[in-house]
């Protein structure tokens, strides 16, 4: 006999979805100014491979060392989410984040937001509510376009910043991933602390070995011994925690409330940035930021 859930227990579950989302937020929204450091003197792709695996390792006792799947089509599609979400992704951001400043990083993290329900929109019908969700759609767009180009048009009409461009298409990748994440659940078991810690290991190890080949894997022995404790950090918390909370929150409250609570990254993001590094927040960065987290929580509604 199937014991059925309470709506004191579907309360319950809906809370703990909603903390483990802000939770995922604050520690993501950190990493942008706290990877500024090791970028400094690290190659973006050994320092993603070493992210990666040690976030990956940290994971372990939460998957409970289980490396099993039950199908090849489970393998297939965490593969995929490998793909996109552990190796890809992670490389663009890195590299983008070398290029430009972390508060600016933060702001554009809400694209990977409009990416998910967009494409949540075409697989899953969790679709914006008619011309309201329009409207919303249009007010995220302008925000990004703000915050992309910072409207500077003395040389051309678009005028964009490669380093956020990067992070930009970093975003879609998540935003791919989130969506394949998603779809995995519907049809297997997997808990989130799995399919993080398999999708972290296998793309850490794979940059790892791509690093060797193109000769970047001296940046990783030369490694300073001061910058370790905040590498590992970074990694358990910023990437390895905020990944398994974020996770956590899809299983629990579904794509579109998770991207919805997901999209108060740019606010602790560009906080984080003025306390660290110094940098000021500006009213341009405060009306694109503002502008996206209105359209996110229309497009949000149900």
């Given at each position: 006999?199937t014991?059925?859930?309470?709506?004191?227990?579907?309360?319950?579950?809906?809370?703990?979805g909603?903390?483990?989302?802000?939770?995922?937020?604050?520690?993501?929204?950190?990493?942008?100014?706290i990877?500024?450091?090791?970028?400094?003197?690290?190659?973006?792709?050994?320092?993603?491979?070493?992210?990666?695996?040690?976030?990956?390792?940290?994971?372990?006792?939460?998957?409970?060392?289980?490396?099993?799947?039950?199908?090849?089509k489970?393998?297939?599609?965490?593969?995929?989410?490998?793909?996109?979400?552990?190796?890809?992704?992670?490389?663009?951001?890195?590299?983008?984040?070398?290029?430009?400043?972390?508060?600016?990083?933060?702001?554009?993290?809400?694209?990977?937001?409009?990416?998910?329900?967009?494409?949540?929109?075409v697989?899953?019908?969790?679709?914006?509510?008619?011309?309201?969700?329009?409207?919303?759609?249009?007010l995220?767009?302008?925000?990004?376009?703000?915050?992309?180009?910072?409207?500077?048009?003395?040389e051309?009409?678009l005028?964009?910043?490669?380093?956020?461009?990067?992070?930009?298409?970093a975003?879609?990748?998540?935003?791919v991933?989130?969506?394949?994440?998603?779809?995995?659940?519907?049809?297997?078991?997997?808990?989130?602390?799995?399919?993080?810690?398999?999708?972290?290991?296998?793309?850490?190890?794979?940059?790892l070995?791509?690093?060797?080949?193109?000769?970047?894997?001296?940046?990783?022995?030369?490694?300073?011994?001061?910058?370790?404790?905040?590498?590992v950090g970074m990694s358990?918390?910023?990437?390895?925690?905020?990944?398994?909370?974020?996770?956590?929150?899809?299983?629990?409250?579904?794509?579109?409330?998770?991207?919805?609570?997901?999209?108060?990254?740019?606010?602790?993001?560009?906080?984080?940035?003025?306390?660290?590094?110094?940098?000021?927040?500006?009213?341009?960065?405060?009306?694109?930021?503002?502008?996206?987290?209105?359209?996110?929580?229309?497009?949000?509604?149900?």
């Amino acid at each position: 006999m199937t014991r059925q859930e309470t709506p004191l227990g579907k309360s319950h579950r809906g809370y703990l979805g909603y903390l483990s989302v802000l939770l995922a937020s604050a520690l993501f929204g950190s990493v942008f100014s706290i990877a500024k450091v090791p970028l400094a003197s690290i190659d973006p792709l050994a320092l993603s491979a070493i992210i990666y695996i040690v976030s990956g390792l940290s994971l372990i006792p939460f998957a409970r060392a289980s490396f099993r799947l039950k199908s090849k089509k489970e393998w297939k599609y965490v593969l995929m989410i490998t793909v996109f979400g552990a190796a890809a992704a992670p490389l663009l951001l890195l590299y983008g984040l070398a290029q430009t400043e972390a508060s600016d990083a933060s702001i554009l993290t809400n694209g990977e937001v409009l990416f998910t329900i967009i494409l949540s929109s075409v697989f899953f019908g969790e679709k914006p509510k008619g011309r309201m969700g329009l409207f919303a759609v249009v007010l995220v767009i302008i925000g990004l376009f703000m915050a992309t180009t910072n409207l500077d048009f003395s040389e051309t009409v678009l005028q964009l910043n490669a380093g956020n461009i990067m992070i930009l298409a970093a975003m879609f990748l998540w935003a791919v991933d989130n969506n394949l994440s998603r779809k995995l659940t519907l049809f297997s078991d997997i808990s989130p602390a799995k399919l993080a810690m398999l999708k972290s290991l296998i793309g850490g190890f794979a940059m790892l070995a791509l690093a060797i080949v193109v000769g970047k894997g001296g940046d990783i022995a030369a490694i300073p011994a001061d910058l370790w404790p905040l590498i590992v950090g970074m990694s358990v918390a910023g990437f390895g925690g905020a990944l398994l909370l974020f996770l956590e929150g899809i299983k629990r409250i579904g794509t579109i409330k998770t991207m919805s609570v997901f999209s108060t990254v740019p606010i602790f993001g560009i906080v984080v940035a003025a306390m660290t590094l110094g940098e000021s927040i500006s009213l341009f960065q405060g009306i694109a930021t503002g502008l996206i987290v209105f359209g996110i929580i229309l497009v949000s509604r149900r």
